[in-house]
């Protein structure tokens, strides 16, 4: 009776726990603030500037997919910005990826002289946030701060659902799990288990945020009318082989055929969200809840348009591009708003005559 009880309560209880847990710093709506910016940037005016490297971080299984933030990274790029896609493997473990990127962040840094400014799609930004929250020390000045797109921050109801123990057939699931990312996509089975409810509460009760880090945390719901079910999603290129044919010349040609690789990602993503609003209620983009994404402390977006989990890092669409900078935008904002009230409270507790010498000099 307990496993079958444990089965259909599911993910009801873990749900938002954030917002139910007391002692989290509340969340600040920038919602109008981006909307505004992400105006000015469709009108031709970018106010981003080239003093830092823009780090983009992508999420779980983009190792399969080699057109993740690609064309977001060759936009920004034509904007005359520093922009990379972490070096990570996406089916490592979060605290496996936090040291990662505490090294490729350090790397940047030195080799540029420019702080770092991360947007983190997905696990993406768990993996970003974790190394923040695990190496502050090391890294505080050199990073701006950190946008969390969509990301399973107080964990991810399919995962908890997946690997819950206790449930019915939950031997038989994990074997499941188990062959296809340890076996078949050569993964780490904990990638998977870092993004469950359970994992991420004492993850965070060991590892909280920084207080002085800059965050902006953005959350969407994804569409599922009749006609997302008919949208394919461009994620991959597959060469051909060459086959020479008969009486043909026998050389290779110097480049190979490519095939593009689409997948009704947009189909899944809108399947996955009509699930979790049936069973429990609650709005998600396909594979996090919109309340699991919001990260305590930081800024907060919630757009009201219909954009599934894998529109941002996979979309040929302009604006999703647009976004992105839109919310890098918004994180540099956030971050001056910090460092004067930092700058500020230093003030207050020295003579007027050390703040205006500190004032001249800067």
């Not at 000015?40 to 830092?52: E, K």
């Not at 604006?319 to 992105?324: D, I, K, Q, T, V």
Request: net charge negative.
């Amino acid at each position: 009776m307990t496993r079958v009880q444990t089965t259909l309560r599911g993910s009801a209880d873990d749900i938002g726990w954030l917002q139910k847990t007391p002692g989290f710093p509340p969340v600040e709506d920038g919602t109008q603030r981006f909307e505004e910016i992400l105006g000015d940037i469709s009108h031709g005016l970018h106010a981003l500037p080239n003093d830092y490297v823009y780090l983009l971080v992508p999420g779980l299984f983009s190792n399969h997919g080699p057109l993740y933030f690609v064309d977001t990274k060759r936009y920004f790029s034509k904007l005359g910005l520093t922009c990379h896609i972490a070096r990570i493997h996406s089916e490592a473990a979060v605290e496996t990826n936090a040291r990662e990127l505490k090294d490729y962040i350090e790397e940047l840094y030195w080799g540029t002289g420019k702080k770092i400014v991360l947007l983190g799609h997905s696990k993406g930004g768990v993996d970003a946030a974790a190394a923040a929250s695990m190496f502050w020390p090391e890294i505080k000045d050199k990073v701006v701060g950190i946008v969390l797109v969509q990301s399973p921050y107080g964990g991810s109801p399919l995962a908890s659902d997946i690997l819950r123990e206790g449930q019915i057939a939950d031997v038989e699931t994990r074997r499941i799990m188990e062959l296809l990312i340890c076996k078949i996509i050569k993964g780490d089975m904990t990638a998977l288990e870092d993004l469950t409810h359970d994992k991420r509460r004492k993850f965070l009760a060991k590892y909280p945020l920084p207080p002085d880090l800059p965050v902006v945390s953005f959350h969407t719901e994804a569409g599922k009318s009749p006609g997302v079910l008919s949208t394919l999603s461009h994620i991959a290129h597959a060469e051909l082989p060459w086959l020479p044919l008969a009486g043909a010349a026998s050389e290779a040609p110097a480049t190979t055929a490519k095939l593009p690789v689409v997948l009704p990602l947009a189909a899944a993503m809108a399947a996955c969200a009509l699930h979790l609003e049936l069973r429990y209620s609650e709005k998600s983009d396909g594979l996090v809840s919109r309340k699991d994404a919001e990260v305590p402390g930081s800024v907060v977006v919630r757009p009201n348009r219909k954009l599934d989990h894998a529109w941002m890092v996979y979309s040929t669409d302009p604006e999703a591009f647009r976004m992105c900078e839109a919310l890098m935008s918004l994180l540099l904002e956030v971050s001056h708003k910090k460092n004067r009230a930092s700058d500020s409270g230093s003030c207050s507790n020295t003579t007027n005559t050390e703040c205006s010498t500190s004032d001249g000099k800067e």
